[in-house]
């Protein structure tokens, strides 16, 4: 079991599982990182990581990618974030992660600020919509007052109902 855990690790970065899981493969994972880290026999080292992790695509990736990117850490390679309580069974669940892959949000672009390119698809698309609109959208036909009976009973289209019996007393 925790070879597999180690190994969803090493090729997500990041797994949820449950927190004695978690717990139990925090040790197990550091270990092995800190044998890709090994620089004096490195062929050894891969041969151990080897008999534990069968991937040979994690492998790779463990001794290529994550070895070199702790070396000069020397421990705490993961992090474990509790998510709280499994819904089925109540078991606590949580985040075991690697450092330096943490969720890195994109940067949000001012509202106000935006260029030609952008605003013109936008008004295309509504023209589009507005042209293609079936009977029902119109407000033609039986599947029309059909959709109005509907959107009443959710509180929906009251001022549009209002608004046309005022123009109909007019």
Do not use: C, W
């Amino acid at each position: 079991m925790l070879r597999n855990l180690a190994t969803a690790l090493f090729e997500r970065e990041r797994i949820r599982t449950t927190l004695m899981k978690a717990k139990e493969l925090r040790p197990y994972a550091e270990r092995l990182i800190t044998q890709a880290k090994r620089d004096d026999d490195r062929l050894h080292a891969r041969r151990l990581v080897a008999r534990e992790i069968h991937d040979v695509t994690v492998v790779k990736k463990l001794f290529d990618d994550l070895g070199p990117r702790y070396a000069t850490r020397p421990g705490g390679y993961t992090r474990i974030l509790r998510l709280g309580p499994r819904r089925g069974d109540a078991a606590e669940m949580a985040i075991v992660e690697l450092l330096g892959s943490e969720y890195q949000p994109e940067k949000k672009e001012d509202k106000g600020k935006k260029t030609e390119t952008e605003a013109k698809p936008k008004a295309k698309a509504g023209k589009a919509a507005s042209a293609g609109r079936s009977k029902a959208a119109k407000g033609e036909g039986k599947a029309a007052e059909a959709g109005e009976k509907k959107g009443a009973a959710k509180g929906r289209g009251k001022k549009k109902k209002k608004a046309e019996k005022e123009s109909e007393a007019e």
